[in-house]
């Protein structure tokens, strides 16, 4: 009787219990999902919370959007909100028709969120609808320099503007908003845009929470990273999580899905990873749905642009990594800046390596305005150093190339800032179809090619000699002269000279050649042959690098036609090293010299 009065009563506390388990299991839950306050895909159309409701629908795929806008501030305004600490905010920005993103002061094509009495904006950045031109995003303008449509999840998918400006890109973006207020107004903007025919941006699918979303940072591969290809690439990400725990990493190489990672280390590798400027995005999910991206632009082949802010290729270059020659600033006398940190008065210099794939007679041409000059193998192709536009902007060289070859190409350009600013490199041979060099066929030099060494000396005392160096890489090329190991002092050119040289300044002479992509060295050596005469005796001196060996030899004349007797073999170990030629008593006229040996 007692144990079937106890089976009831032990069952009913097990089950009160378990409630009680699950009831704070749920309350749990509904601590760490956020609560949507307002979504929106503007297909039913925008309400008076947007100081301008205006919609649209693309034409591709009839998609209805909020937009278009060009510079117009339009303003999103939720009011009665509940407790909260923090907001999250994510949305589809669409940037449509041909965008010109950076340039010059009000030139650059700029677009900006934030909150309404916010000391700072969400995001400041410029967009490019165009190939030829860049852009900030996925940073900040006017701080950052990206390929066109970089950070981008869809290019063309939308059908762009009515009109000739048919172009479009499309960005997701997420934001978290320290916010504890029952009130807020975000606002969104375009800047520098010329019309709505030709420039516009537009809304879709925004998501406003009450929690917090994950982060997420990459940790490889570094940002601007070169590779050559095909690349074999790291990509791993840190993601940390907000509100909700991370369920899921998802990672993309421009708009193309590479892979999902569900376990920390978040880490996957890309094979053969094709020529191209990529950015890597690497996108951070948590359980509620909730998202953050972390992108990483970086170059797989190219060349290295050194643009400066004179006409004549001179001056502080600002440099980076070019997919190619094809670039077009603008036209007429609305020509906008070719990079940060140079005015649309400028000149550069491209240099890196071609690799042809046929073994034929190739044509190189150049279409640019203005001046241009083309090198390939230092040998000169191409002089058109002079102001001009088409149709005579065109020039063309024919010279033969081997298929696999590496040859050495350079090309410089300058823009008068009158009548447009454009340059293209494009090549055809019987095989190769007239195409712009592309970036599969071009290799940046990322550490300095010596094309000649510097000389090494033995000399007299008070002669003067001249080190020098020659070097093919990027205009911002650096160099240091050291002996023995220890720098000298404004010794910082391409070429070293010694006058009125003595026995001191025997020694191993190095040049640090250096750029901001790589460095390397070359390594020469001076030694010094004195003769005076001790008594009826000639006495040699001979100073150079310790440890260095000479084969010390005399003949009676001055070319050595006679021949070169040998005397001695002689081991630096201090400087100078004496030798005294005992039979230097019997001869009338004798000549010495010391010659380096292994």
């Known amino acids: ?215 997420i940072s990459v940790t490889a591969p570094s940002p601007q990273q070169y590779f050559s290809s095909p690349a074999q690439i790291l990509i791993q990400g840190d993601a940390r999580p907000g509100t ?51 992108f990483v632009p970086i170059h797989i082949n190219g060349m290295i642009g050194d643009y400066f802010p004179a006409l004549n290729v001179s001056g502080k270059a600002v440099s980076r990594l070019d997919p190619c020659i094809n670039y077009r600033w603008g036209d007429g006398n609305n020509v906008h800046a070719p990079i940060l940190g140079v005015d649309n008065t400028f000149s550069i210099q491209w240099t890196g390596l071609m690799q042809p794939r046929y073994s034929e007679v190739y044509t190189l041409s150049t279409d640019t305005d203005d001046g241009t000059r083309l090198w390939v193998d230092d040998v000169l192709l191409i002089d058109q150093w002079h102001g001009q536009t088409s149709p005579n902007a065109v020039h063309s060289a024919t010279i033969a190339l081997q298929a696999g070859r590496l040859y050495r190409l350079r090309m410089t350009y300058f823009n008068d800032h009158c009548c447009g600013a454009w340059a293209r490199l494009y090549w055809a041979s019987t095989s190769q179809t007239k195409e712009i060099i592309p970036q599969s066929q071009l290799q940046p030099v990322l550490t300095p090619i010596i094309t000649s060494l510097p000389i090494g000396y033995v000399t007299g005392p008070r002669s003067t000699v001249r080190f020098a160096v020659g070097v093919f890489g990027s205009a911002n090329t650096s160099f240091q002269w050291t002996k023995n190991g220890v720098g000298i002092s404004r010794a910082t050119n391409s070429s070293l000279v010694i006058s009125n040289v003595g026995y001191a300044d025997a020694g191993v002479y190095s040049a640090l050649i250096y750029d901001q992509f790589g460095n390397t060295n070359v390594t020469t050596s001076l030694s010094v042959l004195g003769i005076n005469m001790v008594g009826a005796k000639a006495q040699l001196t001979l100073a150079g690098p310790m440890g260095a060996h000479f084969h010390v030899q005399c003949s009676s004349d001055a070319t050595g036609v006679s021949g070169w007797k040998s005397l001695t073999n002689c081991t630096v170990s201090a400087n100078p090293s004496v030798f005294i030629d005992s039979e230097s008593t019997n001869a009338l006229t004798r000549f010495y010299r010391a010659v380096p040996t292994p």
């Open 1 to 215: 009787m007692r144990n079937s009065i106890n089976r009831p009563i032990s069952f009913k506390f097990v089950s009160a219990f378990v409630a009680c388990v699950v009831a704070s299991c749920q309350l749990s839950l509904r601590a760490q999902n956020p609560s949507i306050l307002y979504s929106n895909n503007f297909e039913a159309g925008a309400g008076s919370e947007w100081s301008i409701p205006r919609t649209g629908t693309t034409p591709i795929g009839s998609r209805r959007f909020l937009g278009v806008f060009g510079n117009e501030t339009n303003r999103l305004l939720l009011t009665n909100l509940s407790t909260h600490t923090n907001l999250y905010i994510s949305f589809d920005l669409f940037v449509l028709g041909d965008w010109r993103g950076y340039g010059t002061g009000g030139g650059a094509h700029r677009w900006n969120c934030g909150v309404v009495g916010a000391p700072k904006s969400l995001l400041t950045t410029s967009f490019s609808g165009e190939i030829e031109r860049r852009q900030s995003f996925p940073g900040t303008h006017p701080n950052d320099d990206n390929y066109y449509a970089s950070g981008a999840v869809a290019i063309n998918s939308l059908g762009g503007l009515s009109g000739a400006a048919s172009q479009d890109t499309t960005y997701q973006l997420s934001f978290d908003v320290p916010h504890n207020s029952d009130i807020i107004a975000f606002e969104f903007s375009g800047a520098g845009l010329t019309d709505l025919a030709n420039e516009g941006w537009g809304i879709d699918n925004i998501v406003i929470s009450d929690g917090a979303g994950p982060q």
């Open 244 to 294: 909700s725990p991370i369920q899921a990493v998802e990672v993309y190489a421009n708009q193309t899905f590479l892979a999902m990672l569900t376990d920390a280390p978040f880490m996957f590798v890309w094979t053969n990873a094709p020529a191209g400027e990529h950015t890597i995005r690497v996108r951070a999910k948590d359980s509620s749905g909730l998202w953050r991206d972390a």
